[in-house]
């Protein structure tokens, strides 16, 4: 049972202009959700979080939007880079379960110049 | 500082045999997870070792085993290894709060770069 969906394996956008990354999940128990990038050859790296009394969180060219009715969250980057070409992963967990994390397969993001 | 290091970064073994993967935790973290990432996949959480005991477990079998030292470094056992068990092992640490229940606080956790198991 994948608790946790991204329902895009890839995604091309052109330099400049705005990548929005999907997730949807179908636990409602999940309250802190997370967004991981990964480069070839290294491990996740920790982009941004939101934790679910929150509607949105930003940090410079991130932004995470969360929609508990609809159990979505997606991530926006602006103004996209080519340094941000990536695979993308969405990750969540619930609070007193000590912080293990159910991630999605992962969205590659590829941003042409 | 340094951030969360594994050793080794590729290795090779045969079906049957058994292996030991490990990982040095950020400075200042105490809670090791292990995750197991096949191919085009995205992680899926082995298990978490916190005060040097198996916290919390996912759906792997006995052959994946563990480990936590008093330094906070962990490893991670595989016996009887099968062709599937090839995969990108991660380890991510996290600093968790002094809570009873662990009621941890909801820090993000820092990955290492992982171990190329291939098993042939």
Redesign the interface.
């Known amino acids: 049972d994948q608790q ?1 969906k ?1 329902n895009s394996p890839s995604l091309s956008v052109q330099e400049g202009r705005i990548s929005i990354l999907n997730c949807d999940y179908t636990n409602s128990m999940f309250d ?1 959700f ?1 967004w ?1 990038k990964k480069y070839p ?6 982009l941004i ?1 939101i ?1 679910s009394i929150k509607d949105k969180n930003e940090d410079g060219r991130f932004t995470v939007f969360l929609n508990k009715s609809a159990k979505h969250l997606s991530l926006h980057i602006v103004p996209s880079q080519p340094g941000d070409s990536a695979v993308y ?1 969405c ?1 969540a ?1 619930v ?12 969205t590659e993001l590829s941003v042409k110049p | 500082d340094a951030g ?1 290091t ?1 050793s080794p970064t590729h290795l090779i073994k045969t079906r049957g045999q058994q292996v030991t993967l490990r990982c040095s935790p950020k400075s200042g973290h105490d ?1 090791v ?1 292990w ?1 197991q990432q096949a191919l ?6 082995i298990f ?1 070792y ?1 005060e040097e005991e198996e ?2 477990r ?1 759906n792997f079998p006995d052959r994946f085993s563990g480990h936590q030292f008093p330094n906070y470094s962990s490893e991670l056992n595989v016996n009887a290894l099968l062709l599937g068990d090839s995969a990108l092992y ?1 380890c ?1 640490s ?1 600093r ?1 709060g002094g809570n009873p ?4 606080v ?9 171990t190329r198991l291939t098993v042939v």
């Open positions: 946790v991204q802190y997370l991981y050859a290294e491990g996740p790296t920790f979080s934790s992963f990750a967990s609070y007193n379960q000590g912080g293990k994390l159910i991630f999605g397969q992962g | 969360v594994q809670t997870s995750y085009g996949q995205g992680p899926q959480f978490q916190y916290r919390q996912g991660l991510a996290k968790t229940g662990l009621r941890a909801n820090t993000e956790a820092f990955f290492g770069q992982g």
